[in-house]
Each structure stands twice: as C-alpha cells, then as structure tokens.
DNA sequence: CGAGAATATGAAGAGGATACTCACATTCAT
DNA sequence: ATGAATGTGAGTATCCTCTTCATATTCTCG
C-alpha cells in the first residue's frame, strides 16, 4: 500500500472556504480533542464540544456530519502527530540512548496538552466504518517504526516484531500513567524511561 | 486460587445469609466486572449487569444500595487479587529472572479473565466518596510491593520509588495491550516482558 | 406441616441525556 | 449589493438511566 493517501479531509458535509470557518473547525477539532482527553469516551458529546469550542452546536453539524466524523477528525489528527515523533526520533542512524532520549522526548511532549487522549482513542473509541481500516494502518505503521528501531540495535532477526510491541506498550504504559498524576515533566521520570528503553534495547543477559 | 478473606462488609444494603444469595451476589460481582470489562464504564449499567448475571435488577438493589456500591465491591475483589500476587511474587529472596517470571505469570494471570478491567477500574470509574481512599492505599501498596522488588535487586537507594513507578506501568502498560489484542499468552510475549523487566532492573549502563 | 423470614421478580416511574435538524440571522467575497 | 458562506440555538424525538415497590417464590426451623 502507497504511504502517501490524499489528504481530503475526513468525511465533512461542507468544506470550509473561508478563514473563519477554517478557524472554527480547527477549534471544534481541538475542543473535541479536550473534551474527549477530559472527560473520556463516556463524557464526549456534541453539545459539551461545541459549547467547549465556544460555538453553537449547529456549526458543529455544519461541517460534520456526524459524531463519528468527528473522532475521525480527532483521531487523524492525533496520529498524524504521534508518527512524526517516531519517524523523527527514528529516522537516522544515531547511538542507542540518544534515540531513546529523542523518543522520550517526543512522546511526552505529543502527549503533554492532551493526556490521556491517546489511550481513549486506542481503548474506548468506536470502531465501525472505514475508520478501522485507517486504525489498522495506524497501529502498523506505529510498530514498523519500533520494529526499525529495535532491528538497528538488536541483532537477532528473530523476535524483532514482539519486542517492537512490548517496547511500544512499555512506553505508551508508563506516559499514561505518568500523565494521569501529572507527572510527565518530572525529571527522574524521563530519565528512568530512557533507561528502561536503553536496557530493554541493549539487551543484557542478566542472571 | 480464589480469595478467601473475610468480607469486612462492603456497603451493603442487605448481608446475604443463605447459599443461594451469596451465589447470587457473587454472580452480580462477577457478571459485574465482566461488564466493565467488555464496554468499559460507559456501558456500564446495572441492567445491564442484571441481566449478564442472570438476575432481576430487583435483586441488584436488594444488596447494592447503590451503583457505585457495586464498583467498589467489584473493585475491591479485582485489588485483592493483584495485590496478593505482588505479594507472592516478591515474598521470599529469589534470582531476578526467577521474580520476573513469576510477577509477570502472576499478573497475566489476574489479567486472563477479565482482561482490561483493571485499566478501566483505574482510568474511567469514579472516585468520589469514601473509596477515594482505597483506591490511594491500594496504590501505595501495590507500589510498595514493587518497590521492595527494585532495591532488592538494584544497589542505588536514589530512584527507587520512581523505577517502581515505571516498571510497574510498563508492565501495565504491556500486559493492557497484549489484553486488548488477544495475545495474553503468546509464549514469546511473555518471554520478552520478562526480558525487560530483568533488563531494566539488571541495569547495564548501555551507551 | 406451616409460619415467618429470606430471597427473587420485573413492570413502571421519573428523570436526564443524547444526537441531530431547521428556519432564520449574520458576515463575507466580489 | 447580492448571493454565497457561515453561524445560531431552541426544539424534537428518542433512548437509557437508576431505582422503587408491591408481589411471588423459596427457604429455615420448630
């Protein structure tokens, strides 16, 4: 498959035209993105995100044609977001602990305005539509990310793919927890992930 | 391996004093967390939950004064069983890989049957009221449990309680995904976690 | 057995949210 | 100035929710 999908926006019953309603978009979008972070899957409705956009909830439906195009729209962009930190944090060839410090860096700062989003989108979120498709094609570029990580500093070809997932989870587990006592900028923190993901990659065999 | 500790009374409208109602609430607890489990608070509805136990909603509420009486209950259960195999695991003086093994069998253990209630106990269900602080004691004993664990087989006293944190939510963190994705027991999972855990905890200083 | 206690039932009340529409008002671009 | 783009929010219809209560069934024990 092509990595490089056109990029007309979500399912939308209007595109916005001009500055103001490109404005009000982004700021349903972002709302949304608060809202749904905030309160969870439960808490999330039009009305809570329209009002917390400060926007009457018909323009809400103006452009989106439903709540389901919205977490879309959310979704999309979170993830977007989220893969450039790894294709970044992964894309040259650099020493060990400074990729997991890139990496460390990147994730908490993708998840400090927003904390607990991604987990919500991941656990909670719906799942009917074309949407799964673009999960699905998330969740593996996410992973082949890691998988290129872990094959550069592992030599052993076999496991690659699981430790790629338990890397990933590791991290994703330890900034959930993190944001949820608002501890991500915690110094000790950062370093003790950089560690862990160190250790994990450098692989002593340890009695 | 079932629980058998004395029930110091959850809020219960009504102790249950036959066999045939102490089936009965148990089946509500258990159907209980398996509702939590499956559609996560929000679908969690004591309809709901009546119905998966196989009971009128009229006996729910001859027990349970209330919803959130319910949680807890279930809440309660979930904790002891974690808590007891934290304990277990790092009772005595083993090897590292030797605790890493049994910590992570333990936990996915607890895991198995109701597999992501744990996070929704912890992310979405609620918080109010007298549990607030059950809820903060379970977490400073399960912490303790691990952070007895890291100074046990690393020599700094510095960072101890934050690597108790981050261990115990990359442990988290790992066994709520593989949860979500059906791979509880893939052997190489579990082998990899323990892997990780003996790594970060072993401490080689990687460059 | 049979009396009273324990247990179980489920229709119904009362209430609150919810997603979404539509007729209309306002602001823009040209 | 005119039509298109944008914004409004009260209102609708629907669905669930938690919880109660009067009644029915089953148990315990003398």
Redesign the interface.
């Known amino acids: 498959m092509s990595t490089r999908i056109a990029k007309p926006a979500a399912r939308m019953r209007k595109q916005p035209r001009q500055a103001r309603s490109i404005a009000t978009v982004e700021a349903i979008i972002e709302a949304g993105a608060h809202v749904l972070s905030e309160l ?3 808490g999330f409705s039009t009305n809570k995100v329209a009002e917390a956009a400060g926007v009457s909830i018909g323009s809400l439906y103006q452009y989106f044609p439903d709540k389901l195009a919205l977490v879309e729209a959310i979704r999309r962009r979170h993830f977007d977001h989220v893969l450039s930190v790894i294709r970044e944090a992964s894309a040259e060839e650099k ?3 400074q990729f997991a410090r890139e990496l460390v860096r990147g994730m908490i700062g993708a998840h400090s305005i927003h904390p ?1 989003l991604h ?1 919500v989108l ?3 979120a719906p799942g009917d539509r074309g949407s799964r498709a673009a999960h699905a094609s998330f969740q593996a570029r996410y992973l082949e990310h890691y998988a290129a990580a872990v094959a550069q500093y592992r030599k052993r070809r076999k ?1 690659t793919e ?2 790629a ?10 900034i ?3 944001a ?1 006592r608002n ?1 991500l900028d ?1 110094p ?2 950062q ?3 950089v ?2 993901i ?7 065999r ?2």
Do not use: C
Not at 165 to 174: D, I, K, N, P
Not at 198 to 204: I, K, N, P, V
């Open positions: 969870g899957w439960a020493p060990l602990r607990t987990q991941l656990d909670e496991d699981t430790m997932r338990v890397l990933s989870s590791a991290v994703e587990g330890v959930h927890n993190a949820r501890m915690a000790e923190l370093k003790q992930l560690e862990l160190s250790a994990y990659l450098s692989g002593s340890a009695t």
